[in-house]
């Protein structure tokens, strides 16, 4: 069967959908009416702009969407069986499979964006990647910090992102380290993504997912709250909501999509991060990139 897989926040880089913009009618019309939608020229800010520019969130979102579902909408042999996205990327993916339109995907990214982006504001937090040590290990020394910290990101065996206040996430690499932890990095991110600082970022979108028209899919999406393949519409919009300060199962997620029957796994998007993921979890995994 045939995987689709959707990057998230980060594989950005300048110049990215170029190519697609200046070789398909199909996509200039898309982020033309991206760019109409948005209010601004989204695309000259992906062809020309500067990573500085590049990392705004009321950029970066969008631009990874945009360049995601153009690449797999312009392409002749885009025949998804079952899809997943990386945080962001689950709203590419839902595009892909025809659950939201174009232009109610792009108008909840950037509504979500936003949101994540106020909610940062209302409280300094933070992220940090941590490597060399099991999931289990990770968790109970976050459950044992007296202050807000979570696992975020399941990415793949070894390599785990934690989530949560300044202070929480400071005191958990230190305990991580000490638990053996390869490394416990701070990452140079907005704020904590996915932990329950995003709860004002939460109830927002929960009223922009509300209000949108979802149609069933073409096929299942697995999705980042649990790693479930999913169909049925209120399934996935609540949670979409969830979301945003549930974590991202993307070891999880892999690995159901293989035991269901995924033989190949094709990135659409920005980069090959997701690539390389699915190879940590799965060395004999087939990976392309659209």
Known sequence: MNAYVFPGQGAQFSGMGKDLYE????????????????????????????????????????????????????????????????????FSALVANGALSFEDGLKLVSKRAQAMQKACELQESTMAAVLGLEDAVVEQVCQEIDDVVVAANYNCPGQLVISGSVKGVELACEKLKEAGAKRALILPVGGAFHSPIMEPAREELAEAIQSTNFSPPSCP???????????????????????????????????????????????CGPGNVLQGLIKKIDREANTAHI
């Not at 996509?27 to 948005?38: G, R, S, T, V």
């Not at 590049?54 to 069986?81: G, M, R, W």
């Open 23 to 90: 070789s398909s009618e199909k996509a200039k019309d898309l982020f033309e009416k991206a760019n109409e939608i948005l209010g601004f020229r989204i695309s000259d800010v992906m062809f020309e702009g500067s990573d500085e520019e590049l990392k705004q969130t009321k950029v970066t979102q969008p631009a990874v969407f945009l360049h995601s579902v153009i690449s797999a909408l312009v392409s002749d042999n885009f025949k998804p069986e079952m899809v997943a996205g990386h945080s962001l990327g689950e």
């Open 221 to 267: 999406v697995y999705q980042n709250v649990d790693a479930q393949p999913h169909s049925d519409v209120e399934t996935i919009k609540a949670n979409l909501v969830s979301q945003l300060t549930g974590a991202v199962k993307w070891t999880q997620i892999v690995q159901a999509m293989i035991a269901d029957g995924a033989s190949s796994f094709t990135e």
